[in-house]
Every structure is written in structure tokens, then in C-alpha cells.
T-cell receptor
Framework: AQRVTQPEKLLSVFKGAPVELKCNYS??????LFWYVQYSRQRLQLLLR?????SIKGFTADLNKGETSFHLKKPFAQEEDSAMYYC???????????WGAGTKLIIKP | EAQVTQNPRYLITVTGKKLTVTCSQN?????MSWYRQDPGLGLRQIYY???????DKGDVPEGYKVSRKEKRNFPLILESPSPNQTSLYFC?????????????FGSGTQLSVL
């Protein structure tokens, strides 16, 4: 079965501390993984995708096939990073994304 | 400005009263989709459409209908809303030129069914 698990509903860290939002997936094929972010009163938007191997707003995410994970990391959290983060997997169908339940990240000053 | 527009932003209705949430995109995208967002459940897909007159069920289609008569519009119809359809709804679109092209989301419709 295809599944995305974000084990933390809420993650709270202090400004300047490292952040890691966990994402684990279940998929037998070669996955494509994404992180989407929803800032307060804004639309959901793509943050990054594993295929691009990019760093956006200081965030990176590495696909670990052995651990079936795609954790989102940032070395030094900023207050503006407070948002809802969703991990998503594109599985068998090119057009459907399978979504995790989301993690609410709160950065404390 | 390229965007997905949903209306209304907020809607309160009563059980059984038919309603329509509109969604329009100006990017000439083939693919459009409806999601509902519930606490602890994340985003769940209701219906999607890969092009005009082509629609298909997502994970939670019960109680919903959609239509795709034109490329830009993809309305979500609740023929007889029930309280368990109280949720935050998002419309999204994407071109089909590449499988990993990003989704563009609307700003959401908060629906309350009393």
C-alpha cells in the first residue's frame, strides 16, 4: 500500500535551533517526493521536491530509500518558518499525490 | 497573475441544502483536483479531472459531484450536504507536461454544515 506518514502533528522549537520534520513513506516502486508548506492565511505551495535536490529558504530534504524517509531539515530555524508542512508522494499514477497528515511547526522566539 | 480562484471563502449552510463551490484557474492547466483538509487527516482527494469532460473519483468521493465542461472551471457540488462534510476545501491545478510539475492551490473554502 502507498502511504505517507508524518509522525509529529506538532513540532515546536526555538528560533535558531535546528529543525527536522519527519516523513516516512511506503511505496514499492521508485518514489517522487515533495514538501508543501502552508503559511498562516496563505495558500498551500510547493516548498521543494526531491528530484530537484534543491534548497529552498534554507530547507533541504534527502530521499533515503533504505529508511524510506524524506525528512525536511533546516539548521537554524527562523520565526517565519512557522507553518503547516505536508509531505507528499507521487506513486503509481502520474497525477495523484498521496499526502501525509501534516506537521504544524511553531518557532518560538 | 497566474492563480486558482475559489469561491466562496466561507460558507455556512444547513443539512440537505444543495451548494456549489466554484474553482477557476487561468493557467490553461489540464489537471484539476479537489481536496478536503481535516485535522489529523491531512489532505484527502475528493475528485480530479485530467481534462475537459474527464473526471474521476479520488479517495473520498461520497457525497460530492464535480463537472468539467470547460478547461478553466471545476466546480464542486454537494447535492445534499451533511455535517460530516464540514471541512476546509481546496482546489488545485497543474499542467500535465511533466509528472513532477507543482500543484497550484486555491485559497480554500471553509464549509460548515449545520
Amino acid at each position: 500500500a502507498q502511504r505517507v506518514t508524518q509522525p509529529e502533528k506538532l513540532l515546536s522549537v526555538f528560533k535558531g535551533a535546528p529543525v527536522e520534520l519527519k516523513c516516512n513513506y511506503s511505496y514499492s516502486g521508485s518514489p517522487e517526493l515533495f514538501w508543501y508548506v502552508q503559511y498562516s492565511r496563505q495558500r498551500l505551495q510547493l516548498l521543494l521536491r526531491h528530484i530537484s535536490r534543491e534548497s529552498i529558504k534554507g530547507f533541504t530534504a534527502d530521499l533515503n530509500k533504505g529508511e524510506t524517509s524524506f525528512h525536511l531539515k533546516k539548521p537554524f530555524a527562523q520565526e517565519e518558518d512557522s507553518a503547516m508542512y505536508y509531505c507528499a508522494l507521487r506513486g503509481d499514477s502520474n497525477y495523484q499525490l498521496i499526502w501525509g497528515a501534516g506537521t504544524k511547526l511553531i518557532i518560538k522566539p | 497573475e497566474a492563480q486558482v480562484t475559489q469561491n466562496p471563502r466561507y460558507l455556512i449552510t444547513v443539512t440537505g441544502k444543495k451548494l456549489t463551490v466554484t474553482c477557476s484557474q487561468n493557467m490553461n492547466h489540464e489537471y484539476m483536483s479537489w481536496y478536503r483538509q481535516d485535522p489529523g487527516l491531512g489532505l484527502r482527494q475528493i475528485y480530479y479531472s485530467m481534462n475537459v469532460e474527464v473526471t474521476d473519483k479520488g479517495d473520498v468521493p461520497e457525497g460530492y459531484k464535480v463537472s468539467r465542461k470547460e478547461k478553466r472551471n471545476f466546480p464542486l457540488i454537494l447535492e445534499s450536504p451533511s455535517p460530516n462534510q464540514t471541512s476546509l476545501y481546496f482546489c488545485a491545478s497543474r499542467g500535465q507536461t511533466a509528472p513532477n510539475e507543482k500543484l497550484f492551490f486555491g485559497s480554500g473554502t471553509q464549509l460548515s454544515v449545520l
